[in-house]
């Protein structure tokens, strides 16, 4: 090792970028949390895949059934969720 390292030129941040996907901070309630945990573990999948999935799920659904140029609401998306908590 170096006694001294150069870190004048450093960036911070990911080393490596993943293509079509943002990394954010959200608040979700803690029972849906726990859910889409249980529901990856079984599956052997990530529970933030399956979260994915459903709120992708949410949107087919939202703009197959309106003109599609309405956001997805907080109230659809609870909606929705609800559903896919009470179909497993």
């Known amino acids: ?3 001294t390292y150069d870190f004048s030129k450093a960036k911070r941040g990911a080393i490596i970028k ?10 979700l309630d803690s ?11 079984r599956q052997g999948v990530g529970y933030q895949t ?3 999935k459903a709120l992708r799920g949410a ?3 939202s703009t197959s059934t309106s003109d599609g140029n ?3 609401t907080v ?3 609870r ?7 009470k179909a497993s």
């Open 1 to 3: 090792m170096r006694k």
């Open 18 to 27: 993943t293509p079509g996907k943002t990394r954010i901070t959200i608040m």
């Open 31 to 41: 029972d849906l949390i726990d859910f889409f945990r249980n529901q990856g573990e």
């Open 50 to 52: 399956l979260i994915n």
């Open 59 to 61: 949107i087919d659904k």
């Open 70 to 72: 309405s956001p997805l």
């Open 75 to 77: 109230a659809e998306l």
């Open 79 to 85: 909606r929705v969720l609800r559903e896919e908590l």
